[in-house]
């Protein structure tokens, strides 16, 4: 093996490793305790989009960054969501589909290569302030939750701080334009254990929020967490959607500040593979489009304050999209190449030649 060679493979190992460990990342609200900052970390989304009856499943699988023993997280929906669980092996079953295609080659003869968190307290959700209203209140996939209605932003807070919840400014700031445009807000509490910690990160287990929404969306917004951001040490995370429609679809934030979401994969699923993936998400056949047509976005997701949500839409582009191969090589028992055959036959021929006259 040449020099080249042993220079290369190492860079090449490490893009294919980095890929696949990369790959295992909703928006919600991080509202930690004073001196025990928590961050989204990297989170896989499915959203799985029926047009025919407005109704968003959104199904996540998320981590967080935290030095605090246990923590709380608020999602918004635009109306009342139903909670259930759902399978975490169908994140795995996705990741397996969309993933790029090895391609063994013969080696070359030249010998040269190719949000959120809300601390909680101990109190229960049972205390509710008159403007506030405890719609649902459920245990779910290791999650108590509970789907608030507030008439204010303030009073949301009211409620946090009654609940043991941490609250602040950021908090309220992030809480209002939702709460002025009359969604709901569904508060999440988990508690670390030695099993689903790792360095700080806490996974949680996928839960399935389905709701009413005239439009798909993603909600991106966060409160400013740079700060606690830094504290924990996070500097990169990423998010991962796969977003089933019955098309191709594209997501959007604002016109002056786009989605920094690409597309990584996109194209029709058979009727297996989407038989396979309700059971492994435990949802009803009737409960999703017919045909399913997957469109996988990557997003290096900013610790920055984001001016609105992603909403998606029908995308004019209906092309399929597939990863780029991944070649491997491999080194053949035999030769394949004329030059090499033809040099055994002059070297050979002589030899066998003349043992034959000698018979």
């Known amino acids: 093996m040449t020099l080249r060679m042993w220079v290369l493979l190492p860079l090449v190992g490490g893009v294919f490793l980095a890929y696949f460990t990369s790959r295992p990342a909703q928006g919600c609200c991080p509202a930690p305790r004073s001196g025990q900052p928590v961050v989204n970390a990297d989170q896989t989304v499915i959203l799985i989009w029926d047009a025919a009856t407005k109704t968003e499943h959104f199904i996540r699988q998320a981590s967080f960054k ?13 109306s009342q969501p139903e909670l259930e669980e759902s399978g ?24 040269v290569g190719c949000g959120c968190g809300a601390d909680i307290g101990s109190k229960r959700a049972d205390t509710a302030p008159a403007n506030v209203r405890v719609l649902e209140e459920k245990l779910v ?4 939750a509970v789907v608030l209605e507030a008439d204010s932003a303030t009073a949301l807070v009211g409620w946090l701080k009654t609940n043991g919840y941490a609250f602040s400014p950021e908090v309220e700031a992030w809480a209002k334009p939702y709460i002025e445009s009359g969604w709901k807000i ?10 689903r910690v790792v360095d700080k990160t806490v996974a ?7 709701f009413k929404t005239d439009r798909p969306l993603f909600p991106y917004r966060e409160p400013d967490n740079k700060k606690s951001a830094q504290d924990l040490g996070a500097k990169s995370r990423l998010l991962r959607i796969y977003f089933v429609g019955e098309a191709r679809y594209q997501g959007d934030l604002t016109a002056d500040d786009p989605w920094t979401g690409r597309v990584a994969w996109a194209g029709k699923l058979p009727p297996k593979d989407r038989k396979k993936a309700l059971e492994l998400l435990k949802l009803p056949d009737k409960s999703t489009p017919p045909e399913w047509w997957l469109t996988e ?16 839409s029908r995308s004019s582009d209906q ?3 597939r990863r780029p191969p991944i070649y491997e090589y491999v080194s053949l028992p035999y030769p394949t190449d004329a030059i090499t055959y033809a040099l055994g036959a002059v070297i050979l021929l002589p ?3 003349r043992r034959l006259r000698r018979a």
């Open 141 to 144: 996939a290791g999650f108590n």
């Open 88 to 111: 975490n092996e169908a994140f795995g079953f996705l990741l397996k589909l969309t993933e790029p295609e090895v391609k063994k080659v013969r080696q070359p003869s030249t010998g």
């Open 186 to 195: 569904t508060a999440l509490k988990v508690a670390k254990s030695k099993d």
């Open 297 to 312: 976005f990557e997003d290096e997701w900013p610790y920055k304050v984001a001016p609105a949500d992603v909403y998606f």
């Open 351 to 353: 030899l066998v030649w």
């Open 319 to 321: 092309k399929d999209v």
């Open 66 to 78: 935290s030095e605090a023993e246990d923590f709380g997280f608020l999602v918004p929906s635009p």
């Open 204 to 210: 949680a287990s996928a839960l399935r929020m389905s």
